[in-house]
T-cell receptor
Framework: KAGVTQTPRYLIKTRGQQVTLSCSPI?????VSWYQQTPGQGLQFLFE???????NKGNFPGRFSGRQFSNSRSEMNVSTLELGDSALYLC????????????FGPGTRLLVL | GEDVEQSLFLSVREGDSSVINCTYT??????LYWYKQEPGAGLQLLTY?????DMKQDQRLTVLLNKKDKHLSLRIADTQTGDSAIYFC???????????FGKGNQVVVIP
């Protein structure tokens, strides 16, 4: 079974731009969660989607948004990029939304200049 | 609230055992996880333990959970150079998938 895939793997943007990251979960998994990893803050939960609905949201500004499609693939969008948004964005999938074991993708490394 | 703490760095000789520790504050945590992250990679799930268990063994990995002290440890037996990585403990509770992570513990294995 293929693992969680994320595209693109690397991205360079400038301040004020917007970015869309994509995540394809493991086949059969319906829950997708997003995390931001930075050296200063560590791993922080962004949001979780299940059956195309946002189930949980972390403490991030409204510039961070996401969505999930009917095939469980998910995208997250960051608008009006700031330098502090430079991070590794990790996606995790699980079978359902109730404290299931989560499997992570390789991440998308975003650099904001 | 959720607060997971880990020590930062551990060096160990190849063949020795490594022990990584983690403390958490949320007594309602029901699942506790250990993840491994190698340079430039995502998180690899190593093992997890339910809060009603004290110990779980999986090949070279042994997880110990002390609920009274809210202390979790991961022991790696016969540590290999491929075990060099950052190890994160994480907790989830309230029946959802939201994970709270510690800051990670970097393990360096010396040949």
């Amino acid at each position: 079974k293929a693992g969680v895939t994320q595209t693109p793997r690397y991205l360079i943007k400038t301040r004020g731009q917007q970015v869309t990251l994509s995540c394809s979960p493991i086949s059969g998994h319906r829950s997708v969660s997003w995390y931001q990893q930075t050296p200063g803050q560590g791993l922080q939960f962004l949001f979780e989607y299940f059956s195309e609905t946002q189930r949980n949201k972390g403490n991030f500004p409204g510039r961070f948004s996401g969505r999930q499609f009917s095939n469980s693939r998910s995208e997250m969008n960051v608008s009006t990029l700031e330098l502090g948004d430079s991070a590794l964005y990790l996606c995790a999938s699980s079978f359902s939304s109730g404290q299931e074991t989560q499997y992570f993708g390789p991440g998308t490394r975003l650099l904001v200049l | 609230g959720e607060d997971v703490e880990q020590s930062l760095f551990l060096s160990v000789r190849e063949g020795d055992s490594s022990v990584i520790n983690c403390t958490y504050t949320d007594s309602s945590s029901t699942y506790l996880y250990w993840y491994k992250q190698e340079p430039g990679a995502g998180l690899q799930l190593l093992t997890y333990i339910f809060s009603n268990m004290d110990m779980k063994q999986d090949q070279r990995l042994t997880v110990l959970l002390n609920k009274k002290d809210k202390h979790l440890s991961l022991r790696i037996a016969d540590t290999q150079t491929g075990d060099s990585a950052i190890y994160f403990c994480a907790e989830s509770n309230d029946g959802n998938n939201r994970l709270a992570f510690g800051k990670g513990n970097q393990v360096v294995v010396i040949p």
